[in-house]
């Protein structure tokens, strides 16, 4: 667990943040209206943490290190997870796109959101199961010693680039405020 701890504690903040997705895609979908206002925080979290925090310690560190100790990426589950991780940007940037025209009252491109909101949930939903459940399992089995620490002190080098720790502070304080406001805590 020690080769993905950090990985899949950021998986349980972005599943959190899929659940307030689904939320405010359902209400989008029953008030018939979708708002920039409403949208355009998830597309600044799945951009900002998911992508560019998560997702760069997975292509720029974890993988190349499976790789080195014979996890192929073609025809693999490093390729499998890579073109989701693409699949999963078309879907984000696919909705950014359509935002504008959606929060002027465009019907069609508020069925383009819900449509690849719906789908981009699947897909990562998906995707983090898969992760946990397959290739973290395998990475926490062969990524032992030495190159643990180098893996480790990988992820820390990345977390410490004042980019990353600007976006990475402003998508958590985001993902709080999400859950704040679409899960509140039971009474």
């Known amino acids: 667990m020690e080769t993905t701890n950090r990985l899949r504690q950021e998986h349980q903040v972005i599943l959190r943040v899929l659940d307030c997705f689904e939320i405010a895609l359902a209400n989008s979908r029953e008030s018939g209206r979708a708002s920039a206002e409403l949208l355009e925080p998830f597309v600044e979290f799945f951009r900002g943490f998911a992508d560019k925090c998560h997702h760069c310690k997975e292509e720029?560190?974890?993988f190349p290190q499976l790789e080195s100790q014979g996890i192929s990426r073609?025809?693999?589950?490093?390729?499998?997870?890579l073109r989701e991780h693409e699949m999963g940007?078309?879907?984000?940037?696919?909705?950014?796109d359509a935002i504008e025209?959606?929060?002027?009252?465009?019907?069609?491109?508020?069925?383009?959101i819900l449509y690849e909101g719906e789908a981009f949930i699947e897909l990562l939903r998906n995707h983090i199961a898969?992760?946990?459940?397959?290739?973290?399992?395998?990475a926490d089995q062969i990524v032992q010693g030495a190159d643990l620490t180098q893996l480790t002190r990988g992820y820390s080098e990345v977390e410490s680039e004042p980019v990353y720790a600007d976006i990475y502070s402003r998508c958590s304080a985001?993902?709080?405020?999400?859950?704040?406001?679409?899960?509140?805590?039971?009474?």
């Open 60 to 62: 720029q560190r974890l």
């Open 74 to 81: 073609e025809g693999g589950p490093i390729g499998c997870m």
């Open 89 to 96: 940007r078309v879907h984000v940037q696919k909705i950014s």
């Open 101 to 112: 025209a959606a929060d002027s009252g465009d019907e069609n491109a508020m069925l383009r």
């Open 130 to 138: 898969k992760e946990d459940g397959v290739l973290f399992e395998m």
């Open 174 to 187: 985001l993902a709080d405020r999400l859950i704040k406001m679409y899960l509140p805590p039971k009474a």
